[in-house]
């Protein structure tokens, strides 16, 4: 498909370089083979993304909403009386054995925020989402811990070989919920 009729083909693009990352990492990130992944001329995907920091940020933003979106549903799905600890300890086990790829693609993503300046907004964005959904959950300090906390334990957990078990990341989570 072409022009109007592919309306989706750049969020498409932006997946395919998404899967790339996750597969290769960033650095073997090109024009060429996320053309491959998406199953489009790569003609396409430099007039959609002309530079390869265009494509990185489009990744960016689809991984950070692809992450909210994935996170806003967990939490929709949770009970009144969760046992919050325990489900947060829950989704970081997911996120890293499950969905491993994926949260290293995003992590592969979120750091080159670090060398890009253009990129920090976006970065910052997921940020903010992830503390705005556990600030509704408990108050604004807590939230923003447990924001950090989660994204602190994911980033660890895909850089090591070893899984934490679910009483070590429960424990985390209680002791930050519990405030001391």
């Not at 933003?61 to 909210?68: I, K, L, P, Q, Y």
């Not at 054995?97 to 670090?114: D, F, G, K, S």
């Not at 060398?115 to 992830?130: G, I, M, T």
Request: with cysteine; hydrophobic share 45%.
């Amino acid at each position: 498909m072409r022009g109007p009729n592919d309306p989706d083909r750049p969020n498409r693009i932006a997946r395919a370089a998404i899967t790339v990352v996750a597969e290769h990492g960033i650095e073997a990130l090109t024009h060429r083979k996320v053309a491959a992944v998406a199953g489009v001329p790569l003609g396409s995907t430099t007039y959609h993304f002309a530079t390869l920091d265009d494509l990185v940020a489009a990744a960016l933003d689809e991984a950070a909403e692809r992450s909210v979106t994935q996170l806003r549903s967990w939490d929709q799905n949770l009970e009144p009386d969760v046992d919050l600890a325990a489900a947060l300890a829950d989704f970081v086990l997911a996120s890293i054995t499950e969905q491993r790829e994926h949260t290293i693609a995003e992590y592969n993503l979120y750091a080159v925020a670090l060398h890009r300046p253009h990129l920090r907004q976006a970065a910052a964005a997921w940020d903010s989402a992830l503390a705005e959904l556990f600030i509704a959950r408990t108050d604004p300090l807590t939230g923003q811990l447990i924001a950090t906390l989660t994204c602190g334990l994911l980033m660890q957990a895909v850089l090591n070989d070893e899984t934490p078990t679910h009483a070590e990341l429960e424990a985390l989570f209680r002791r930050a919920l519990a405030g001391s």
